[in-house]
């Protein structure tokens, strides 16, 4: 068939199936992509959530650092205030501890040993 325009009673009797020369291809790759797409966004969707929940979970172990840090510092704070001088002092002396009279220094036993290796402790 020629491709010239023709009158539409020239087209009675003309077979079209037979016109087309290539078989209806059928478009396979749309609904691939459609249910890829599909796919792609839920897995976008979880990875968000997932990073909102990350976030939630950071949110609070930085508060917790933060309570813990601040515990530490005041049982810092406790203990150098037991660790003064004058309250250990003070303590002594309700509890009726005194100055000692004489100080006796004892070696220690691995002093001991260096010096004269076959002595009896």
Known sequence: MSRTPR?????????????RTAPRRRRVWLPAA???????????AQLRISILHLRYAL????AATRTLHEERSRQTARLEGMRAPERQAKLARERGFATPARVIELRDAGE??????????
């Open 7 to 19: 009158a539409i009673s020239d087209l009675v009797g003309v077979d079209f199936a037979r016109v």
């Open 34 to 44: 459609l249910l890829g797409a599909l796919v792609a966004a839920m897995a976008l």
């Open 59 to 62: 949110g609070e172990a930085s």
């Open 112 to 121: 001991r040993e260096q010096r004269d290796p076959g002595a009896r402790p």
